[in-house]
């Protein structure tokens, strides 16, 4: 193994060429990081990373946070699946966060995320991320890390176009992968596609303070998959793109059968064009909707979920000037708007080039109707009205695309593993290297802002093979660093990720760090469940319903001996962690209860629900290593048959010398 | 002596715990933010005032009511967890008669300052080898921490 590796570095630079060519995965190319790469990513103990990476976790739902330049992750954020290591999807007041049109949904495939946006920068206070099964919009503060927010989207089957920002944060837009039949009737034969299937596009409001989120329109298109998007910025801000495919409205056997145009389309939108629309009260209030929008109270700290029955929707048919198709070949996926605003590009993932397209040709083959037919009702542009130029034989596969400051721009290539760098106006291919292996998305710092802070190049790749120790057959999917700074870009160092590492942005932490939320003030907890001392705990019978009220301060939870609770009863435990000082979580568990552990941050309360099963004495203890006196943190609940006279107590420190208590 | 007492105390507080304490014991130590906040060499001269930002509490007589019924309002969330009102230790020392023990500026440093007072003054360590918890930095302001003592105060029997 070791001498075929140094064979094979012998010539790195004509085996990568001759690989291209053939499409096949680089191997055995470990040695191409050269030296200073170490010193590059060396984060000495107790210093802190440069940028903050926001990597969405694809089939784990949640979004994860790594260090770069030094890889180390740092957090995972749960999002749309539950997260029994912190309760979140279990504990009483996160579960509405998970609530749906279809009821409580506890997975989905996290792919893509936007970081909020001001004057086209990031301005470091929400990370949007998409769901891509059930769809739905997630907002994540960046003050507390934590899930805020989750709007489901209706009209939509499979929400991968999302979400992608706007410049000032006006907007987060949702475009439907599959199209599905919307409105009455939708039990029609699948074989009616063309006639039944519709598109949509979402766009979400975000209020500029608080940033909560809400369907201002959605625009109905004909039947086809969407699969990226972007805004505009600078000149093109109010229009977004959208790459979409299989415009051969193929429903089986898409592989082949969405395969055989020469060109799909991106779709432009001029979005200004549509909010003087939805003004002037030409949209279409659709009423047979439903979906969920769940978010954290701030009268109860807790998640609510509310269902909602109406969305407004734009016709384009009807509604002219506000979207037109651009041809694009072929089957596009990427679609990058560069720093500048100026430039579109398409990358057509069985395309052998990359088309860039020029916002002011767009605009004016749009004014001189240099149009070639239409789609569905909407205008077709000509390709060579709207188009720049196209690199040529750049690689194999292009799939997405990424900025530097100086004018250059970053493309992976999936089919022959490797990251192309370009110029986005002499359109020349300057540079390449190899990824290991079968990259998809790529980040640049602020790569898709108006001002990227460039330095590094992240490639997220989909396999791993022989890069790390083996795992069994399931092995981690991987990212890797590159220094961009200089005018080759370099290797830096591979890191496993947890989940699939889709799309991520990074961030500097300048931006993050100083709003970070270090404890929760007891003076603010507005949970109606608080127990603001331990003055204040207590139990309480309604009926079958015994509430718990509950302290937890190192080293003791009080009440720490509850008696009188009975087979049948529900019992909820609302721990309230009274402690004042950073990284002083206190955990919650009680034996055989069916859902997971509470993880309480100091400050907050959170209630877990538990049902005992049998008659006895049950547990609880604190299960996050607090203190000296950790393993003292415990008590214990009695449970007696159901009918059992014996009244409720509950005290801590209480000795009662008794050789039987409670009789 | 003391200074040589504590590092024992330590590793046998470590010797005699079921599991390596986490990393928490290295967080308790001062923060940067902390050592700001006291300032530097506070209090070298008066040993009895502990060590921090308050250098010179002046008490009022009689008590301010009104911070009578703020400081009570604290303990009850943030301190009689661990201490009673008694001279009964729980968690921590019970209170009665700490004001008569301790100066003023002493007990406001304790809260204020807590990491720092528990690794350098020399009465904050003792409590800490009675107790061998360290008292939680609860993070409240000057002004809270001047009502919790008004507080104590009242408990210690003044008018």
Redesign the interface.
């Known amino acids: 193994m070791i001498n075929r590796n140094k064979l094979f570095s012998l010539g790195i630079t004509a085996a990568a060429i001759s690989l291209t060519l053939i499409g096949c995965k680089p191997k055995g190319l470990e040695s191409v990081t050269t030296s200073g790469a170490a010193e590059k990513v060396y984060v000495a103990p107790g210093k802190h990373d440069e940028f903050y990476n926001f990597v969405s976790g694809g089939f784990n739902g949640q979004v994860s946070v790594y260090g770069i330049p030094s890889g180390r992750l740092l957090r995972i954020i749960p999002v749309f699946s539950v997260f029994p290591e912190s309760g979140y999807g279990y504990s009483e007041q996160s579960k509405a966060m998970l609530n749906t049109s279809h009821g409580f949904v506890p997975w989905d495939d996290q792919h893509h995320i936007a970081l909020s946006v001001t004057n086209g920068e990031h301005d470091g206070r929400w990370v949007f991320g998409n769901a891509n099964n059930t769809p739905r919009l997630a907002r994540i503060d960046l003050k507390t890390f934590r899930t805020t927010e989750i709007i489901e989207l209706p009209n939509s089957a499979g929400n991968h176009s999302s979400p992608f920002i706007t410049e000032n944060s006006e907007y987060v837009v949702a475009g439907t992968r599959f199209s599905v039949p919307i409105g009455d009737n939708r039990d029609v034969p699948i074989s009616s596609y063309k006639k039944n299937f519709k598109g949509t596009v979402s766009f979400v409001s975000v209020e500029p303070t608080s940033g909560k989120m809400k369907i201002a329109f959605q625009i109905e298109t004909p039947g086809v998959n969407f699969d990226l998007a972007r805004a505009g910025k600078g000149p093109s801000h109010g229009w977004f793109f959208f790459s979409c495919y299989n415009t051969e409205q193929a429903y089986t056997l898409l592989e082949v059968n969405a395969s055989q145009r020469d060109k799909d389309f991106i779709m432009a939108v001029n979005w200004k064009k549509a909010e003087e629309y939805v003004k002037a009260g030409k949209g279409k209030k659709v009423k047979n909707v439903k979906y969920a929008h769940n978010f954290i109270d701030e009268k109860t700290d807790a998640a609510t979920s509310e269902i909602l029955n109406e969305v407004l929707m734009l016709d384009p048919t009807e509604l002219k000037d506000m979207v037109y198709f651009i041809p694009c070949p072929k089957s596009p996926h990427g679609c990058d708007t560069d720093p500048s605003g100026e430039y579109i590009v398409g990358s057509g993932k069985l395309a052998a080039l990359i088309p860039v397209f020029s916002f002011t040709k767009i605009q004016n083959a749009i004014a001189n109707k240099e149009f070639e037919g239409d789609f569905g009702g909407i205008p077709v542009i000509k390709y060579e009205s709207a188009l720049y130029g196209e690199v040529k034989k750049p690689g194999l596969g292009p799939l997405h695309t990424e900025f530097d400051a100086n004018g250059n721009a970053y493309t992976s290539f999936f089919v022959s593993s490797e990251v192309v760098k370009w110029n986005v106006k002499s359109l020349q291919v300057l540079d390449r290297v190899p990824t290991y292996y079968s990259v998809g998305h790529l980040s640049v710092p602020g790569g898709p802002t108006k001002k990227p802070h460039g330095k590094y190049l992240i490639a997220y790749n989909k396999i791993t093979k022989d890069r790390y120790l083996p795992t069994g057959p399931e092995l981690a999917q991987s990212a890797q660093l590159y220094d961009i700074s200089g005018d080759k870009m370099q290797l830096l160092l591979d890191f496993p990720t947890v989940g699939e590492p889709h799309y991520a942005e990074a961030i500097p932490a300048t931006l993050v760090e100083p709003n970070s939320t270090k404890f929760y003030k007891l003076e603010e907890n507005k949970s109606p469940f608080v127990s603001l001392g331990e003055g204040k705990t207590k139990v309480e019978r309604k009926g079958n319903r015994v509430d718990v009220y509950m302290t937890a301060i190192r080293s003791h939870l009080t009440p720490d001996n509850i008696e009188g609770v009975r087979l049948g009863d529900d019992v909820y435990f609302h721990i309230t962690n009274l402690e004042q000082d950073w990284d002083i979580p206190h955990g919650f568990a009680v034996k055989g209860a069916a859902n997971a552990e509470l993880l309480i941050m100091p400050g907050e309360t959170q209630t877990l629900y538990w049902k005992p099963t049998e008659v006895g004495i049950y547990p609880f203890y604190c299960t996050d290593f607090c203190s000296a006196l950790h393993q003292e943190m415990q008590g214990y609940i009695r449970i007696s048959p159901a009918g059992s006279n014996l009244p409720l107590t509950f005290s801590t420190g209480k000795i009662v010398e008794e050789k039987e208590s409670g009789k | 002596m003391k200074k040589i007492l504590l590092p024992i105390a330590v590793a046998a507080?470590s010797l005699f715990?079921?599991?390596p304490?986490?990393s928490?014991?290295v967080?308790e130590l001062p923060t940067h933010q902390d050592a700001k906040e006291s300032g530097p060499e506070a209090n070298q001269a008066d040993v009895t005032k502990g060590i921090g930002a308050i250098k010179e509490v002046k008490l009022t007589h009689p008590l301010d009511q009104e911070r009578v019924t703020r400081g009570t309002a604290i303990?009850?969330?943030?301190c009689?967890?661990?201490h009673k009102l008694d001279d009964q230790r729980?968690?921590g020392p019970g209170w009665k008669d700490v004001t008569k023990r301790r100066q003023p500026e002493w007990i406001m440093n304790m809260i204020l300052n807590v990491d720092v007072m528990l690794d350098k003054d020399e009465e904050a360590q003792k409590l800490l080898e009675l107790c061998?918890?360290?008292m939680?930095?609860?993070?409240?302001s000057i002004g809270d921490a001047r009502d919790i003592l008004e507080f104590m105060r009242k408990n210690d029997g003044e008018k």
Request: glycine letters at 0%; hydrophobic letters at 35%.
């Open positions: 507080i715990s079921c599991a304490d986490k928490k014991v967080e303990y009850e969330m943030k009689q967890a661990c729980l968690v061998l918890t360290r939680p930095n609860q993070n409240v």
